[in-house]
């Protein structure tokens, strides 16, 4: 009860509050390469269908609170459009006269990796340019640059790759797609790999308790993921990408406005591996041979009148195939003796998004949420099998009113339903002699029809540019758990004319466990799983930590920044995974003790010289849990510490980019069925060169340029049938040097 007074004291939750002053500098580009200002230009702030009116320097500024899409015009010129991302407070507009030139694309030059200065969360934004810095074929790959989210495999058979932000699971990360949840239920061990890192034009990464407007799932934070919109000025891109390992993949997206009202983009993806290898010689596939495809298609209806209506639907198939090197999609498993995995995703989704205003200059509306997932997922590892549906619904109602520049308040409704139809077994070893391979040794059945309905509510109070302070919470019931309560709260100050900035924040966090993909990495190891009968699947957790951050006066424009913030997590009912209880079984069991995570981080940015940026990080993550039998122990499998170092450098026009990423990875504390009680301490260098010609991007990299990797990361690989069989204990890389090219083709208006 202290704990919910404090957090209420704190104040009374979140809203996403990226506003920020955007500066625009509107100019007459002349033939002979001189510029001049143009006096009281006009420019249409699309996603807000407003009209704003430039100065007599034709300069203006505006408020951004999202991606932002500006068109400069001018009566007798051609027109310019910049597109206004997170991060980004200036950007300069040069038009022409229309009888001098046929076309003019002009760009801004982002920022790749930045901190949000005005959120009233602590929030990394990692922008298109930082998006770019690798080859980032999929979300995963996006946070390498990133010390908050730790990007590991789950284990050494799937290639599921599965992110920790402060020293947890990305399971207990509420993902988001433009502020509306995704990658829930089956579809999260392998969801990160589902969203193509070229899809995207940011991500935003908010630690700590979030806003309570999308539900209750957000324990450590959300990760938003904004993608190409329908209104950009892309007809045309594509990405192709080939890798040294014989991966192939190709991304396209076209972007259409097909008048004033409506505009729309379609997403393509395939992806494959000619081969596959086994470079440490155990017998099995370092990584599986895998084929996605992967399509969407959105649309935004505009109407004068301010409503606007955004829908799509994405649908992707995954089929992967891991284990021995001589196990294929025709081989039986059951009479050939070799130990080989089959893993099949399908999935579709659907969304639609409407937003109402209720006034003229859209202070109030009423927006709608509607969003439907189907997935199914079938799978063998060995012996085992699992196989799952779900279909899922999400609705959320929710009205806004911004009452003046101080106040503002939010509240809704919020409704949703899951449909789980699971089945984990596990064979016989001898089925030749049983006969069918229909015979199981047992079998669990998880599935689960879980309905919540809940109403929230959030205030916003703004004192300029000085405090921000956002309060709310929400009440859910649920069927399994019965009545849920979560109040979260988050406030900023600045200081010095917003040179030192201090955030605050802390709240309440819950969510449902699907015990075999949120671990699907136990599936592959020769140990019985076992469950405790009457198992509460209901994780309850409180969140609560800082940030200050110091903007310094040097470096090129003064944009060095030094940050540090501290998180700590408490949990009041988890599901412990744990493997050192009996060397037979995996015991999948309730909390009875403890479990916390104290992370620290401090961030440094600075451009020495111009085009040339640095950024530094450094993270020390204090985790513990307790195991049964053990008491309170260290966090298996969780890194103590981790360093990023990220150096960019870009020639005059950007012509030439150079990027080189270092990171230390510390130790972590193994399981006792290991031979190390640590892992090493070890490097991983990342570096690219791209070379930008008009309208396309040429790129070379190489990944682990020190070429280190887990050389014993499976146990036991000579006896897969054994109890002694486990390819889940995963500390350290499991591919050597990767070198991969790839071009980007973009196609502007």
């Known amino acids: 009860m202290k704990r919910i007074l404090s957090i209420i004291i704190i104040c009374f939750a979140f809203v996403n509050t990226y506003a920020q ?214 007809p045309l891109f594509v990405n192709l990408y080939v890798g040294n390992d014989t991966k192939l993949e190709a991304n396209v997206a076209s972007s259409l406005q097909l008048n004033e009202k409506w505009s729309t983009v379609i997403l393509g993806h395939v992806s494959s591996e000619l081969a596959t290898f086994d470079h440490n010689e155990d017998g099995f596939r370092d990584e599986p041979k895998t084929i996605q495809f992967n399509l969407a298609n959105r649309w935004l209806y505009y109407a004068p009148s301010g409503v606007q209506v955004r829908f799509g639907i994405r649908a992707l198939s995954d089929d992967r195939v891991g284990g021995q090197m001589n196990f294929t999609k025709t081989t039986d498993r059951f009479t050939s003796g070799l130990w080989g995995s089959r893993i099949q995703n399908k999935g579709m989704n659907g969304y639609v998004k409407v937003g109402v205003p209720l006034n003229a200059d859209n202070s109030q509306n009423v927006a709608l949420v509607a969003d439907y997932t189907y997935h199914r997922f079938d799978s063998f590892f060995g012996l085992k099998d699992y196989n799952g549906k779900q279909n899922s619904v999400f609705l959320n109602l929710l009205y806004q009113n911004d009452i003046n520049d101080a106040h503002k308040i939010e509240f809704g409704i919020t409704g949703q339903h899951d449909n789980f139809d699971e089945l984990m077994g596990e064979h016989f070893p001898a089925l030749s002699i049983i006969g069918s391979s229909d015979d199981y040794k047992y079998t669990i059945d998880p599935s689960r029809i879980e309905n919540s309905i809940g109403a929230f509510g959030e205030y916003t109070y703004r004192l300029g540019d000085k405090l921000t302070f956002v309060g709310g919470a929400r009440l859910d019931y649920n069927n399994l758990q019965g009545w849920l309560f979560a109040p979260r709260a988050n406030v900023k100050y600045s200081m010095l004319d917003n040179k030192v900035i201090l955030r605050a924040s802390g709240g309440r966090g819950f969510r449902s466990s699907n015990i075999f993909v949120d671990n699907l990495g136990m599936f592959s190891t020769g140990r019985t799983v076992k469950v405790d009968d009457n198992l509460d699947l209901g994780e309850d957790a409180w969140t609560y930590g800082g940030n200050i951050t110091v903007y310094m006066p040097f470096g090129y424009e003064n944009n060095t920044y030094l940050s540090f913030d501290f998180f700590r997590n408490e949990f009041v009912s988890q599901i412990i995974v744990d493997q050192e209880r009996d060397a037979r079984y995996v015991w999948l069991y309730n909390l009875d003790g403890k479990s916390y995570t104290n992370t620290y981080q401090i961030d440094f940015s600075v451009d020495p010289v111009e085009r040339f940026n640095i950024v530094a990080t450094f993270r020390y993550t204090d985790a513990k849990v307790t195991l049964s039998g053990q008491g309170l122990v260290e966090r298996p499998l969780t890194s103590r510490y981790k360093a990023v170092l990220n150096m960019q450098y870009s020639t005059n026009m950007s012509k030439w980019i150079f990027d080189f990423t270092a990171q230390l990875n510390g130790p972590m504390k193994l399981p006792n069925f290991m031979d190390m009680e640590y892992s090493p301490v070890y490097p991983v260098l990342f570096a690219q060169v791209t070379r930008k010609f008009r309208s396309v991007d040429v790129y070379i990299g190489g990944e682990n340029l020190t070429n280190y990797r887990q050389h014993d990361a499976i146990i036991a690989a000579d006896r897969p049938f054994s109890t002694d069989f486990n390819a889940s204990a995963i500390w350290g890389p499991l591919m050597g040097i990767k070198v991969y090219a790839g071009m980007r083709l973009t196609l502007w208006k």
Request: include cysteine; aromatic fraction near 8%.
């Open 21 to 234: 002053t955007f500066q625009g500098n509107i100019y007459y580009k002349k033939q002979n390469g001189t510029t001049e200002p143009l006096p009281f230009a006009q420019v249409y702030y699309l996603e807000k269908s407003k009209l704003l009116e430039a100065d007599a320097d034709g300069t203006f500024k505006l408020k951004i609170t999202e991606k932002s899409t500006l068109v400069a015009t001018y009566v007798g010129y051609t027109r310019d459009t910049v597109v206004a991302m997170p991060g980004m407070t200036q950007a300069d507009f040069y038009l022409s006269g229309e009888n001098e030139v046929a076309e003019s694309v002009i760009t801004a030059r982002q920022p790749g990796n930045t901190l949000s200065k005005l959120s009233s969360v602590r929030t990394e934004v990692i922008t298109a340019a930082g998006l770019c810095k690798m080859a980032c074929c999929n979300l995963a790959e996006s946070f390498e640059n990133s010390a908050s989210v730790t990007v590991g495999y789950s284990d050494a058979i799937t290639g599921a790759r599965q992110i920790k932000l402060l020293g947890l699971s990305g399971t207990y990360t509420q993902m988001l797609d433009e502020n509306r949840p995704v990658m829930r239920g089956l579809a999260s061990p392998f969801g990160l790999s589902y969203i193509p890192g070229q899809w995207l034009e940011s991500i935003q990464i908010a630690k700590g308790p979030s806003s309570v407007i999308n539900g209750l799932e957000a324990v450590t934070g959300q990760i938003n993921m904004e993608h190409r919109k329908p209104t950009a000025e892309n």
